[in-house]
């Protein structure tokens, strides 16, 4: 231990007291050099396009707001809901079949990603649009009989806009799927047989015991879905489905400002986008609670805490002298 001199000072050799050491934080030069280099590219990369005279920014600014372009939108955004909600509910229904011990829902279940995984999201669309070549009516009754329950004609029934949900809705089921029975086998299975234990039914154990665990490791894919799902609402343009896209193809059709409809278009999506990362990042936060990588903070948040803290440090320092 430290001791002193009967006038208050120091012994020599003696260690300080800790106060006395100024703590410097390591600098990090290579990353300071690659991130201005990194803002000097971007900052060039946005001037050029500014200065950029065939981008027509009055055109642009002329559209960004047009009553078509909001009706694109709309349509945008109740398919992705729509599409979402389908496939989530039948995607856990297909991941349960294939977790189950029944060889036919496993055979069923299995065929179904197989289909709708395996062929690519544009040929469905334009499938589903076209499905009236194919049957000309669509009919509910007894197979084999001339019973018949309902009839309605094909291109009356599927609209393109209920084409395109269907084919979304149906594709997005797929994928789903394979993240739901992820997250289910994630679960330790010793959560299941303790739940059985207490005597709840397997139903019930799925709903309250299983479930609610694997979202942790369901949400972020999901979440990362549910964007790409925005962005696949373009290709319904393929059969005038009246999206946010197909109404831009509208205009540029018209009037052959092709880049500035498309800048048009960019900038909803990366606005629509934004907005869906917040909830998505509130989601995961809460379902990784009691978790390293749930409590892991970005880039951004961490430059700004260490700012704090050396402010912080610099103003007791200069209160304390």
């Not at 309605?152 to 395109?164: G, I, K």
């Amino acid at each position: 231990m430290a001791t002193t001199t009967p006038t208050g000072g120091q012994r020599t050799g003696e260690t300080p007291a800790p106060d006395a050491f100024e703590i410097v934080p390591v600098r990090h030069w290579g990353r300071w050099i690659s991130a201005v280099a990194a803002v000097a590219a971007l900052a060039g990369l946005i001037g050029s396009l500014a200065k950029n005279g065939n981008l027509r920014w009055d055109v642009v600014g002329h559209y960004l707001f047009a009553g078509l372009i909001f009706d694109g939108l709309a349509t945008t955004l109740w398919l992705t809901v729509a599409a979402m909600t389908l496939g989530l509910v039948l995607g856990t229904l297909v991941a349960v079949m294939r977790l189950s011990d029944d060889p036919v829902l496993y055979g069923l279940s299995s065929l179904f990603v197989w289909v709708f995984r395996g062929t690519p999201l544009l040929v469905q669309i334009i499938f589903w649009g076209y499905a009236g070549a194919l049957y000309q009516h669509v009919m509910i009754g007894v197979p084999f009989t001339g019973v018949t329950f309902f009839q309605a004609d094909t291109n009356t029934l599927l609209t393109p806009a209920v084409a395109a949900l269907l084919a979304l809705g149906l594709n997005e089921a797929a994928y789903a799927s394979e993240i739901v029975r992820a997250g289910i086998r994630s679960v330790d299975v010793g959560q299941t047989e303790a739940a059985h234990s207490l005597g709840m039914r397997p139903a019930l154990t799925m709903r309250r015991i299983v479930l609610p665990q694997a979202m942790r490791v369901i949400i972020p894919p999901l979440g990362n879905e549910t964007i790409n799902m925005l962005k696949m609402t373009a290709l319904v343009s393929v059969i005038a489905a009246h999206d946010l896209m197909s109404n831009i193809q509208d205009v540029y059709g018209q009037n052959y400002q092709v880049i500035p409809m498309l800048v048009v278009a960019s900038l909803w999506y990366l606005a629509l986008v934004s907005v869906l990362s917040v909830p998505q990042a509130w989601l995961e936060r809460r379902y990784g609670r009691g978790t390293a990588r749930g409590a892991a903070v970005s880039p951004l948040r961490r430059l700004c805490a260490g700012s704090l803290t050396a402010l912080r440090s610099r103003t007791q320092k200069e209160a304390g002298r």
